[in-house]
């Protein structure tokens, strides 16, 4: 039963009930809310407080990824739906949630903040899932389970036969991190939501759909996390800026589908490309929009780059990540300047 993860004062907690959530019929004056009734200094209309639960903008969505709206919670950002399920499941200094570096940054920072304490479970050498041992690792206390595929920093997906068993075994609920999925080869784990209670897959307009300013984040799961996640939110967590251009965004697939293609093509040259660099040791596969790369003084290479003007991420002190730089890639004249800047560097180092 998922009622028993989650944390007694979220389960009796009576949420924040908004003006626009006590009246939501079509009356043409709205003197409930303290809103400013004369307008703004802009010329767009935003002296109104936006869709608690932006049901416009989840419908559509609905209608493309083929899911009904309620069981879609939008965030500020994966990042807030990250924390808001910390908030329902996690007990500070009780539970412990469990993340397989190298992975995602916030996963880790979220469960500091909420004070809750995490097991890590390194990812196998080949960047796989260690099965046994993550299952070995989570005891009573264990709420949440993170899983990044693709994976960053990494860029591999994880297989789905690992993540379909976690899920069956876990006693906890897995988060499925699919940022990068629509780079991917691999099908979403979307599908598997009808068959497991215990699964949240997120999704981000940040990546393939271009919107990381927006700040707009997808959870999908079943109707009852759902519906905890929209109590523990702030009421008007996605303004109405961002929902009014995701729904445009939503208009224009064609661009985000051409987008990813071009994306993989350039992905592709560029990992050549980087082939040819003596200095560059092993480029691990991808699939997303960035690769990992194992280079020969990577901290050098780094500081070198940043003197040009030209910023990656360096991870070379990341478990498992020993020498490497993590690319993402640019437009194509972005991606040549890095390739010369590389062969310039390695030139003034082997003269
Ligand atoms: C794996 C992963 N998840 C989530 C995020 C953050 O997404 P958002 O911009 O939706 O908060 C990132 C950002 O880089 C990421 O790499």
Same mark, same amino acid.
């Not at 985000?256 to 980087?274: F, G, H, K, M, S």
């Given at each position: ?11 009796? =907690? ?24 004369? #307008?703004?200094? =802009? ?9 608690? $639960? ?20 939008? #965030? ?46 390194? $990812? ?19 709420? $949440? ?20 068993? =976690? ?56 109707? $009852? ?71 020969? #003084? ?6 070198? =780059? ?46």
């Amino acid at each position: 039963m998922i009622e028993q993860l989650v944390r007694p004062n979220i389960l009796s =907690l009576k949420p924040y009930s908004s003006a626009r959530d006590e009246y939501q019929g079509e009356a043409s004056v709205f003197l409930d809310a303290n809103e400013n009734s004369f #307008g703004s200094p =802009l010329p767009q209309t935003f002296n109104r407080y936006p869709d608690p $639960l932006q049901l416009e903008l989840k419908n559509k969505i609905s209608a493309i990824k083929g899911l009904p709206a309620q069981n879609i919670f939008l #965030g500020n950002g994966s990042d807030e739906a990250i924390d808001v399920l910390f908030r329902i499941f996690c007990e500070p200094q009780q539970d412990n949630v469990i993340i397989c570096p190298p992975t995602y940054g916030m996963y880790e920072v979220s469960a500091n903040i909420n004070n809750i304490s995490i097991k890590s479970i390194p $990812l196998l050498p080949s960047f796989d899932l260690d099965v046994e041992a993550i299952l070995e690792a989570q005891d009573a206390h264990s709420k $949440l389970l993170f899983l990044c595929s693709p994976n960053n920093p990494t860029g591999n997906s994880l297989h789905l036969e690992d993540m379909e068993l =976690l899920i069956q075994k876990f006693n906890g609920v897995v988060v499925i991190d699919e940022a990068y999925i629509n780079y991917a080869k691999q099908q979403s784990c979307i599908r598997w939501l009808t068959e497991y209670d215990n699964l949240v897959v997120l999704q981000t307009f940040s990546k393939a759909w271009g919107l990381a300013a927006l700040r707009l984040g997808i959870a999908f799961s079943n109707e $009852l996390i759902i519906g905890w996640m929209n109590k523990v939110k702030p009421p008007y967590n996605i303004n109405a800026a961002t929902q009014q251009f995701a729904l445009d965004a939503l208009e224009n697939i064609a661009w985000v589908n051409d987008n990813i293609r071009q994306t993989i093509a350039l992905r592709n040259i560029l990992v050549e490309q980087l082939k040819s660099i003596t200095n560059v040791e092993h480029i691990y596969p991808s699939d997303a929009n960035f690769v990992l790369v194992k280079i020969s #003084g990577a901290k050098a290479v780094y500081d070198f =780059l940043v003197s040009k003007g030209i910023i990656v991420r360096d991870r070379s002190r990341v478990t498992l990540c020993d020498d490497c730089l993590r690319i993402t890639v640019g437009t194509e004249k972005e991606n040549e300047l890095l390739i010369e800047n590389l062969y310039t560097y390695l030139v003034m180092h082997n003269s």
